[in-house]
């Protein structure tokens, strides 16, 4: 089992910039690819970034290419996502999951979830 909680959501105006935070516990961090989604009310959960494990390689939706980005650090059991120029399209919750499984680009890869912390962009 691996716990995930995310941190660092809020409120913010739009060009502003965020870092969300996840803090994994249980089994071997270093062993689980990390990934970030969204979900917006009435919304599918949304894929935007993974990262390997060891952080070698890293997987961007489009829709987030340029404008986040993805860390970690194994050493901390964490994994960060740096939000920059923030637009209104971006509030939704935002959520971390970890896998074991190759090509962590879609929901259905992922085993655990974190409980979610809300991001507001305001316009």
């Known amino acids: 089992q691996v716990q995930l909680a995310e941190s660092g959501g809020g409120l913010v105006q739009a060009g502003e910039s965020l870092r969300l935070s996840c803090a994994a516990s249980?089994?071997?961090?270093?062993?689980?690819?990390m990934g970030w989604f969204r979900q917006a009310p009435g919304k599918e959960r949304e894929f935007l970034i993974a990262?390997?494990?060891?952080?070698?390689?890293?997987y961007y939706s489009d829709s987030v290419k340029g404008r986040f980005i993805i860390s970690r650090d194994n050493a901390k059991n964490s994994m960060y996502l740096q939000m920059n120029s923030l637009k209104p399209e971006d509030t939704a919750v935002y959520y971390c999951a970890a896998t074991l499984r190759s090509t962590p680009t879609s929901a259905n890869r992922y085993d655990y979830w974190g409980q979610g912390t809300q991001v507001t962009v305001s316009s």
């Open positions: 249980g089994r071997t961090f270093s062993n689980y690819a």
């Open positions: 990262i390997s494990g060891g952080g070698g390689t890293t």
